[in-house]
Protein backbone atom coordinates (compact mmCIF):
# COMPACT_ATOMS: atom_id res chain seq x y z
CA UNK A 1 0.00 0.00 0.00
CA UNK A 2 0.62 3.35 -0.87
CA UNK A 3 2.22 5.30 2.97
CA UNK A 4 1.71 8.78 1.28
CA UNK A 5 -1.02 10.41 -0.91
CA UNK A 6 -2.20 13.64 -1.79
CA UNK A 7 -5.69 12.42 -1.03
CA UNK A 8 -7.16 9.60 0.66
CA UNK A 9 -10.84 8.53 0.16
CA UNK A 10 -12.74 6.53 2.24
CA UNK A 11 -15.56 4.96 0.99
CA UNK A 12 -15.58 2.31 -2.11
CA UNK A 13 -18.98 3.13 -3.63
CA UNK A 14 -19.93 4.80 -6.50
CA UNK A 15 -20.02 7.98 -4.70
CA UNK A 16 -16.05 7.31 -3.76
CA UNK A 17 -15.02 6.03 -6.95
CA UNK A 18 -16.42 8.97 -8.38
CA UNK A 19 -14.49 11.57 -6.86
CA UNK A 20 -11.77 9.25 -7.14
CA UNK A 21 -12.39 9.69 -10.99
CA UNK A 22 -12.73 13.12 -11.16
CA UNK A 23 -9.79 14.27 -9.17
CA UNK A 24 -7.48 11.65 -11.34
CA UNK A 25 -8.45 13.26 -14.02
CA UNK A 26 -7.84 17.32 -12.55
CA UNK A 27 -3.97 15.24 -12.24
CA UNK A 28 -4.84 16.42 -8.14
CA UNK A 29 -1.56 13.96 -7.31
CA UNK A 30 -1.65 10.78 -5.85
CA UNK A 31 -5.11 9.47 -4.80
CA UNK A 32 -5.86 6.49 -2.55
CA UNK A 33 -9.20 4.96 -2.55
CA UNK A 34 -9.90 2.93 1.04
CA UNK A 35 -12.55 0.45 0.98
CA UNK A 36 -12.98 -2.04 3.88
CA UNK A 37 -14.71 -4.80 1.54
CA UNK A 38 -15.44 -5.19 -1.98
CA UNK A 39 -15.94 -1.93 -4.22
CA UNK A 40 -19.88 -1.35 -3.86
CA UNK A 41 -20.76 -3.82 -1.61
CA UNK A 42 -22.08 -1.51 0.60
CA UNK A 43 -25.36 0.96 -0.91
CA UNK A 44 -24.08 0.71 -4.39
CA UNK A 45 -25.30 -3.17 -5.13
CA UNK A 46 -28.32 -2.41 -3.35
CA UNK A 47 -29.74 0.24 -5.09
CA UNK A 48 -32.35 0.36 -7.57
CA UNK A 49 -30.74 2.58 -9.91
CA UNK A 50 -33.20 5.49 -10.49
CA UNK A 51 -32.44 8.40 -11.91
CA UNK A 52 -35.18 11.52 -12.03
CA UNK A 53 -34.99 14.99 -12.47
CA UNK A 54 -38.38 15.27 -10.44
CA UNK A 55 -37.00 17.02 -7.10
CA UNK A 56 -38.95 19.40 -5.46
CA UNK A 57 -36.18 21.54 -4.54
CA UNK A 58 -33.71 23.34 -6.16
CA UNK A 59 -30.07 22.13 -5.32
CA UNK A 60 -31.38 18.43 -5.96
CA UNK A 61 -32.97 19.37 -9.65
CA UNK A 62 -29.13 21.00 -10.22
CA UNK A 63 -27.45 17.79 -9.33
CA UNK A 64 -29.49 15.48 -11.61
CA UNK A 65 -28.90 17.77 -14.35
CA UNK A 66 -25.19 18.01 -14.43
CA UNK A 67 -25.33 14.15 -13.64
CA UNK A 68 -27.52 13.22 -16.98
CA UNK A 69 -24.84 14.89 -18.74
CA UNK A 70 -22.68 12.16 -17.66
CA UNK A 71 -25.08 9.26 -17.80
CA UNK A 72 -25.89 10.18 -21.39
CA UNK A 73 -22.28 9.69 -22.54
CA UNK A 74 -20.66 7.39 -20.16
CA UNK A 75 -20.62 4.47 -22.60
CA UNK A 76 -18.41 7.06 -24.54
CA UNK A 77 -16.58 8.28 -21.42
CA UNK A 78 -15.79 4.71 -19.66
CA UNK A 79 -16.29 2.24 -22.41
CA UNK A 80 -19.45 0.57 -20.45
CA UNK A 81 -22.80 0.37 -21.03
CA UNK A 82 -24.80 1.97 -18.07
CA UNK A 83 -27.88 -0.24 -19.36
CA UNK A 84 -29.72 3.51 -18.73
CA UNK A 85 -33.51 3.15 -19.63
CA UNK A 86 -35.35 6.48 -19.78
CA UNK A 87 -38.97 5.08 -19.17
CA UNK A 88 -40.22 7.51 -17.64
CA UNK A 89 -40.97 8.41 -13.71
CA UNK A 90 -44.98 8.50 -13.01
CA UNK A 91 -45.61 10.13 -9.33
CA UNK A 92 -49.35 9.85 -8.21
CA UNK A 93 -51.48 11.86 -5.87
CA UNK A 94 -54.36 10.68 -3.84
CA UNK A 95 -54.80 13.81 -1.86
CA UNK A 96 -55.32 17.22 -2.44
CA UNK A 97 -52.45 18.71 -0.53
CA UNK A 98 -50.07 16.20 -2.71
CA UNK A 99 -51.83 17.77 -5.77
CA UNK A 100 -50.99 21.22 -4.60
CA UNK A 101 -47.02 20.15 -3.79
CA UNK A 102 -46.77 18.27 -7.31
CA UNK A 103 -48.23 21.56 -8.92
CA UNK A 104 -45.78 23.71 -7.26
CA UNK A 105 -43.29 21.32 -8.12
CA UNK A 106 -43.86 21.43 -12.00
CA UNK A 107 -43.68 25.43 -11.82
CA UNK A 108 -39.93 24.82 -10.17
CA UNK A 109 -39.19 22.07 -12.44
CA UNK A 110 -40.02 24.02 -15.82
CA UNK A 111 -37.70 26.46 -14.68
CA UNK A 112 -34.80 24.15 -15.54
CA UNK A 113 -36.95 23.30 -18.89
CA UNK A 114 -37.65 19.82 -17.27
CA UNK A 115 -40.34 18.00 -19.81
CA UNK A 116 -42.66 17.26 -17.09
CA UNK A 117 -46.48 16.98 -17.54
CA UNK A 118 -49.26 17.51 -15.02
CA UNK A 119 -51.83 14.93 -15.53
CA UNK A 120 -55.62 14.65 -14.71
CA UNK A 121 -57.39 10.85 -13.17
CA UNK A 122 -58.68 10.50 -16.29
CA UNK A 123 -55.38 10.36 -18.72
CA UNK A 124 -53.66 8.11 -16.40
CA UNK A 125 -56.35 5.86 -16.53
CA UNK A 126 -56.36 5.50 -20.41
CA UNK A 127 -52.60 5.79 -20.40
CA UNK A 128 -51.91 3.11 -17.90
CA UNK A 129 -55.45 1.09 -17.58
CA UNK A 130 -53.98 -1.70 -15.46
CA UNK A 131 -53.89 0.98 -12.82
CA UNK A 132 -56.67 1.10 -9.73
CA UNK A 133 -57.19 5.12 -10.64
CA UNK A 134 -60.33 5.63 -9.07
CA UNK A 135 -58.34 6.87 -5.65
CA UNK A 136 -56.27 8.79 -7.85
CA UNK A 137 -56.53 12.70 -8.23
CA UNK A 138 -53.88 13.91 -10.78
CA UNK A 139 -50.25 12.81 -11.40
CA UNK A 140 -46.94 14.13 -13.01
CA UNK A 141 -44.75 12.21 -15.38
CA UNK A 142 -41.46 13.41 -16.59
CA UNK A 143 -40.02 11.10 -20.22
CA UNK A 144 -36.62 11.51 -19.09
CA UNK A 145 -36.28 9.75 -15.82
CA UNK A 146 -35.46 6.21 -15.41
CA UNK A 147 -32.65 3.81 -13.84
CA UNK A 148 -29.37 2.83 -14.81
CA UNK A 149 -27.41 -0.38 -13.88
CA UNK A 150 -25.57 0.07 -10.47
CA UNK A 151 -22.92 -2.20 -11.36
CA UNK A 152 -22.39 -0.91 -14.48
CA UNK A 153 -21.81 2.16 -13.49
CA UNK A 154 -19.76 1.64 -10.58
CA UNK A 155 -17.78 -0.88 -12.80
CA UNK A 156 -17.23 2.57 -15.43
CA UNK A 157 -15.89 4.46 -12.95
CA UNK A 158 -13.53 1.64 -11.11
CA UNK A 159 -12.35 1.40 -14.79
CA UNK A 160 -12.01 5.13 -15.05
CA UNK A 161 -10.33 5.82 -12.04
CA UNK A 162 -7.69 3.29 -12.68
CA UNK A 163 -7.13 4.61 -15.81
CA UNK A 164 -6.41 7.87 -14.26
CA UNK A 165 -4.14 6.90 -12.11
CA UNK A 166 -6.34 6.06 -8.89
CA UNK A 167 -4.71 3.51 -6.52
CA UNK A 168 -7.75 1.67 -5.30
CA UNK A 169 -7.28 -0.98 -2.17
CA UNK A 170 -9.89 -3.08 -1.53
CA UNK A 171 -9.93 -4.91 2.06
CA UNK A 172 -8.42 -2.34 3.63
CA UNK A 173 -10.16 -1.05 6.00
CA UNK A 174 -9.80 3.02 7.58
CA UNK A 175 -9.55 2.22 11.27
CA UNK A 176 -8.51 5.91 12.52
CA UNK A 177 -8.05 9.29 11.24
CA UNK A 178 -5.34 11.24 12.51
CA UNK A 179 -5.33 14.85 13.48
CA UNK A 180 -2.60 17.48 14.19
CA UNK A 181 -3.62 21.34 15.19
CA UNK A 182 -6.95 21.04 13.42
CA UNK A 183 -5.78 19.45 10.20
CA UNK A 184 -5.47 16.27 8.74
CA UNK A 185 -2.64 14.36 8.80
CA UNK A 186 -2.60 11.04 7.92
CA UNK A 187 -5.04 7.27 7.94
CA UNK A 188 -4.44 4.72 9.63
CA UNK A 189 -5.92 1.17 8.35
CA UNK A 190 -5.35 -2.38 8.43
CA UNK A 191 -2.81 -2.11 6.36
CA UNK A 192 -0.42 0.31 7.72
CA UNK A 193 -0.73 4.34 7.48
CA UNK A 194 -1.02 6.42 4.30
CA UNK A 195 -0.26 10.16 5.33
CA UNK A 196 -2.16 12.37 3.45
CA UNK A 197 -3.06 16.82 3.92
CA UNK A 198 -6.92 15.34 2.53
CA UNK A 199 -9.13 12.71 3.99
CA UNK A 200 -12.82 12.43 1.87
CA UNK A 201 -15.50 11.14 4.04
CA UNK A 202 -17.23 8.70 1.22
CA UNK A 203 -18.79 6.21 3.94
CA UNK A 204 -22.38 5.98 2.28
CA UNK A 205 -24.39 4.16 6.08
CA UNK A 206 -21.11 4.67 7.74
CA UNK A 207 -20.59 8.45 7.09
CA UNK A 208 -21.15 9.00 11.09
CA UNK A 209 -18.44 6.37 12.15
CA UNK A 210 -16.12 7.38 9.50
CA UNK A 211 -16.42 10.94 11.16
CA UNK A 212 -15.87 9.57 14.66
CA UNK A 213 -12.13 8.52 13.26
CA UNK A 214 -11.22 12.32 13.76
CA UNK A 215 -13.37 13.18 16.51
CA UNK A 216 -16.34 14.74 14.59
CA UNK A 217 -20.13 14.05 14.40
CA UNK A 218 -22.03 13.41 11.10
CA UNK A 219 -25.45 13.67 11.36
CA UNK A 220 -25.88 10.49 8.88
CA UNK A 221 -27.66 7.27 10.06
CA UNK A 222 -28.74 4.37 8.50
CA UNK A 223 -31.84 3.28 7.42
CA UNK A 224 -33.36 -0.15 6.04
CA UNK A 225 -35.42 -0.06 2.89
CA UNK A 226 -36.41 -3.73 1.49
CA UNK A 227 -37.27 -4.41 -2.16
CA UNK A 228 -38.41 -7.36 -3.92
CA UNK A 229 -38.87 -9.12 -7.17
CA UNK A 230 -41.89 -11.35 -8.73
CA UNK A 231 -41.03 -14.28 -11.15
CA UNK A 232 -41.81 -13.29 -14.76
CA UNK A 233 -44.79 -12.02 -15.05
CA UNK A 234 -46.92 -10.38 -17.68
CA UNK A 235 -49.10 -6.95 -17.52
CA UNK A 236 -49.21 -5.48 -20.71
CA UNK A 237 -47.19 -4.65 -24.03
CA UNK A 238 -46.46 -1.12 -23.31
CA UNK A 239 -44.11 0.37 -21.86
CA UNK A 240 -44.25 0.68 -18.35
CA UNK A 241 -42.69 3.49 -16.20
CA UNK A 242 -41.33 3.97 -12.73
CA UNK A 243 -44.28 4.17 -11.03
CA UNK A 244 -44.88 6.07 -7.36
CA UNK A 245 -47.68 5.56 -5.17
CA UNK A 246 -46.45 9.07 -3.31
CA UNK A 247 -49.35 8.51 0.07
CA UNK A 248 -48.02 5.04 0.14
CA UNK A 249 -44.37 5.29 -0.38
CA UNK A 250 -44.43 2.56 -2.50
CA UNK A 251 -43.11 2.09 -6.28
CA UNK A 252 -42.84 -0.81 -9.27
CA UNK A 253 -41.14 -0.88 -12.27
CA UNK A 254 -40.04 -3.71 -14.61
CA UNK A 255 -37.15 -5.63 -13.73
CA UNK A 256 -36.04 -8.44 -16.60
CA UNK A 257 -39.39 -10.07 -16.99
CA UNK A 258 -41.15 -9.40 -13.76
CA UNK A 259 -41.27 -6.40 -11.30
CA UNK A 260 -39.36 -4.71 -9.00
CA UNK A 261 -41.69 -3.97 -5.74
CA UNK A 262 -40.28 -1.64 -3.08
CA UNK A 263 -40.82 -2.51 0.62
CA UNK A 264 -41.44 -0.63 3.54
CA UNK A 265 -38.87 1.92 4.70
CA UNK A 266 -37.46 1.13 8.59
CA UNK A 267 -38.28 4.20 11.35
CA UNK A 268 -35.32 3.22 13.41
CA UNK A 269 -31.69 3.37 12.45
CA UNK A 270 -29.36 0.09 12.26
CA UNK A 271 -27.05 -2.00 9.49
CA UNK A 272 -29.37 -4.57 9.05
CA UNK A 273 -29.18 -5.77 5.78
CA UNK A 274 -31.87 -8.79 6.09
CA UNK A 275 -35.58 -8.79 4.66
CA UNK A 276 -38.40 -10.54 6.42
CA UNK A 277 -42.01 -11.90 5.86
CA UNK A 278 -43.59 -8.89 7.22
CA UNK A 279 -42.06 -6.34 4.60
CA UNK A 280 -42.83 -8.66 1.91
CA UNK A 281 -46.45 -8.76 3.11
CA UNK A 282 -46.75 -4.75 2.87
CA UNK A 283 -45.10 -4.74 -0.15
CA UNK A 284 -47.38 -7.19 -1.77
CA UNK A 285 -50.24 -5.76 -0.35
CA UNK A 286 -49.35 -2.02 -1.64
CA UNK A 287 -48.89 -3.96 -5.17
CA UNK A 288 -52.20 -5.81 -5.45
CA UNK A 289 -53.81 -2.53 -4.16
CA UNK A 290 -52.16 -0.32 -6.75
CA UNK A 291 -51.99 -2.75 -9.77
CA UNK A 292 -55.12 -5.32 -8.75
CA UNK A 293 -53.17 -7.81 -11.74
CA UNK A 294 -50.46 -8.55 -9.09
CA UNK A 295 -52.50 -10.44 -7.53
CA UNK A 296 -51.62 -13.36 -10.17
CA UNK A 297 -47.71 -12.36 -9.09
CA UNK A 298 -45.25 -14.83 -7.02
CA UNK A 299 -42.66 -12.61 -5.38
CA UNK A 300 -39.43 -14.66 -6.26
CA UNK A 301 -36.82 -12.80 -4.34
CA UNK A 302 -35.80 -9.96 -2.10
CA UNK A 303 -32.73 -7.75 -0.56
CA UNK A 304 -32.55 -4.80 1.80
CA UNK A 305 -29.95 -1.61 1.10
CA UNK A 306 -29.25 1.46 3.16
CA UNK A 307 -29.81 4.70 2.66
CA UNK A 308 -27.47 7.39 4.96
CA UNK A 309 -29.94 10.04 5.69
CA UNK A 310 -29.21 13.23 6.56
CA UNK A 311 -31.79 15.52 9.14
CA UNK A 312 -33.07 17.06 6.52
CA UNK A 313 -32.51 14.21 3.52
CA UNK A 314 -30.24 16.53 1.40
CA UNK A 315 -26.37 15.81 0.94
CA UNK A 316 -23.47 17.30 3.34
CA UNK A 317 -20.74 18.19 1.20
CA UNK A 318 -17.69 20.19 1.27
CA UNK A 319 -15.19 21.42 4.07
CA UNK A 320 -15.25 20.98 7.84
CA UNK A 321 -14.51 24.19 9.70
CA UNK A 322 -12.27 23.58 12.26
CA UNK A 323 -10.51 20.67 10.55
CA UNK A 324 -8.64 21.15 7.33
CA UNK A 325 -8.48 18.73 4.68
CA UNK A 326 -11.35 16.63 5.98
CA UNK A 327 -13.77 16.56 3.14
CA UNK A 328 -17.58 15.18 3.56
CA UNK A 329 -19.92 13.62 0.56
CA UNK A 330 -22.35 11.97 3.06
CA UNK A 331 -26.39 12.30 3.44
CA UNK A 332 -27.67 11.46 0.10
CA UNK A 333 -30.84 10.25 1.47
CA UNK A 334 -31.33 7.82 -1.31
CA UNK A 335 -30.15 9.92 -4.10
CA UNK A 336 -26.61 9.03 -4.61
CA UNK A 337 -26.28 6.84 -7.67
CA UNK A 338 -28.18 9.21 -9.51
CA UNK A 339 -26.43 12.26 -7.97
CA UNK A 340 -22.93 10.35 -8.04
CA UNK A 341 -21.53 12.17 -11.47
CA UNK A 342 -22.02 15.60 -10.08
CA UNK A 343 -20.91 14.71 -6.63
CA UNK A 344 -17.53 13.49 -7.96
CA UNK A 345 -17.20 16.87 -10.10
CA UNK A 346 -17.74 19.09 -7.40
CA UNK A 347 -15.60 17.76 -4.59
CA UNK A 348 -12.82 17.45 -6.51
CA UNK A 349 -13.55 20.85 -7.15
CA UNK A 350 -13.51 21.91 -3.67
CA UNK A 351 -10.10 20.08 -3.32
CA UNK A 352 -8.32 21.57 -6.62
CA UNK A 353 -9.90 24.48 -6.97
CA UNK A 354 -10.86 25.16 -2.80
CA UNK A 355 -14.30 25.67 -4.21
CA UNK A 356 -16.95 23.53 -5.91
CA UNK A 357 -18.44 26.04 -9.05
CA UNK A 358 -20.02 23.86 -11.31
CA UNK A 359 -22.94 23.74 -8.38
CA UNK A 360 -23.30 26.36 -5.65
CA UNK A 361 -22.85 23.41 -2.47
CA UNK A 362 -22.63 26.24 0.37
CA UNK A 363 -26.55 24.85 1.24
CA UNK A 364 -25.13 21.72 2.01
CA UNK A 365 -22.73 22.52 4.36
CA UNK A 366 -22.94 20.73 7.51
CA UNK A 367 -22.39 24.07 9.17
CA UNK A 368 -26.34 23.99 8.08
CA UNK A 369 -27.37 21.87 10.81
CA UNK A 370 -25.86 24.45 13.73
CA UNK A 371 -27.42 27.40 12.23
CA UNK A 372 -30.62 25.76 11.61
CA UNK A 373 -30.49 26.75 7.99
CA UNK A 374 -31.97 23.13 6.93
CA UNK A 375 -33.21 22.39 3.46
CA UNK A 376 -37.09 22.24 3.59
CA UNK A 377 -38.67 20.47 1.17
CA UNK A 378 -42.86 18.83 1.77
CA UNK A 379 -43.39 16.61 4.21
CA UNK A 380 -44.10 13.91 1.97
CA UNK A 381 -41.23 14.05 -0.30
CA UNK A 382 -40.39 10.38 -1.46
CA UNK A 383 -37.20 8.14 -1.34
CA UNK A 384 -36.62 5.39 -4.18
Known amino acids: MERIADVVIIGGGVIGLSIAYHLGQRKAGKIVLLEKGQLGEGSTSRCVGGIRTQFSTEINILFSLESLKTFDRFEEEFGVDPEFRRIGYLFLATTTS ?33 LKAD ?10 DGYAGPSEVLSGFARGAKRVGVKIYEGAEAREILVAQGRVMAVRTSDGEISSPVVVNAGGP ?4 VGEMADMKIPVKPLRRQVFVTAPFHLTERDIPLTIDFHRGWYFRREVDGFLLSGPLDKEAGLNTSIDYEAMVEASENATYRVPAFENARIARGWAGLYEISPDNHAILGKVPGLEGFILANGFSGHGFQHSPAVGKVISEVIVDGKATTIDISSLSIQRFEKGELIREPVTAFKE
Open 98 to 130: EVEIFKENIELQKRFHIPVQYLDSDEIGKQWPY
Open 135 to 144: DILGGTFCSQ
Open 206 to 209: YASS
